[in-house]
């Protein structure tokens, strides 16, 4: 079976620091990989999105960047974290056009 | 890209009784729905999907599709505690490998 993993669950960054979040995906080959932000209260807001390796789609311009190394890795970047950084990460993977299945999410805070 | 749109609530129901949570989308053109359930504090994960017009059971839980008017529905029956959660609605975007979602129901279900 398919398992997604996301880490860390919960990461507190001063502001001006970098960020890298990470998530692999198990038991599926050349996955649709997704970033979703979702701050408090508020819906999901979809990030990058990858199709395959070296393929990344920005939905929203921000200071934020996405790579894809390997096929069934995904990494959520920053040069320099902002306050308005803060929020709960979602990675997601999914085949085709259809649903998506989430990691467990990583609560960054960003002080 | 699509919209769609759900009321944010929070739906209170009393223990026993029948959830309904709609969700409204405004591309003609979708052919499926998805509905996720997130726990407080937790990533959302897929309860059920429907593909065609009409009603789709699983246990508890029933989707209904109505293309022409354009709204999907989630009931949950025998409504419980553990029932209480956001419910958020997702459509998938025509020629892309993404996913719209609403901003969700929150669902409270009082002992």
């Known amino acids: 079976s398919q398992t997604i993993h996301q880490w860390p669950a919960t990461l507190v960054q001063p502001v001006g620091s970098p960020l890298s979040l990470e998530c692999t995906v198990e038991g599926t080959s050349n996955p649709n990989l997704y970033w979703y932000r979702q701050a408090a209260g508020r819906g999901l807001q979809l990030l990058f999105y990858s199709v395959g390796i070296g393929q990344i789609s920005s939905e929203v311009p921000q200071n934020l960047s996405a790579s894809r190394p390997q096929d069934r890795q995904f990494i959520l970047s920053s040069k320099k974290l902002l306050l308005s950084d803060s929020g709960f990460y979602l990675c997601?993977?999914?085949?085709?056009?259809?649903?998506?299945?989430f990691g467990q999410g990583t609560r960054l805070t960003v002080v | 890209q699509k919209e769609v749109e759900q009321n944010s609530g929070p739906l209170s129901v009393p223990e026993g009784a029948i959830a309904s949570l709609n969700c409204t989308y405004s591309d003609r053109g979708s052919q499926s729905f998805f509905w996720y359930r997130q726990y407080s504090g937790k990533s959302p994960e897929l309860i059920m999907f429907?593909?065609?017009?009409g009603d789709k059971e699983d246990g508890r839980f029933t989707a209904q599709l109505n293309k022409a008017s354009q709204y999907v529905s989630l009931l949950i029956r025998d409504s419980q505690p553990s029932d209480s959660a956001t419910y958020l609605c997702a459509a998938p975007n025509s020629g892309y490998s993404t996913l719209t979602f609403g901003k969700g129901t929150m669902l409270l279900v009082s002992p």
């Open positions: 429907i593909y065609s017009n």
């Open positions: 997601a993977w999914g085949v085709g056009n259809t649903e998506a299945f």
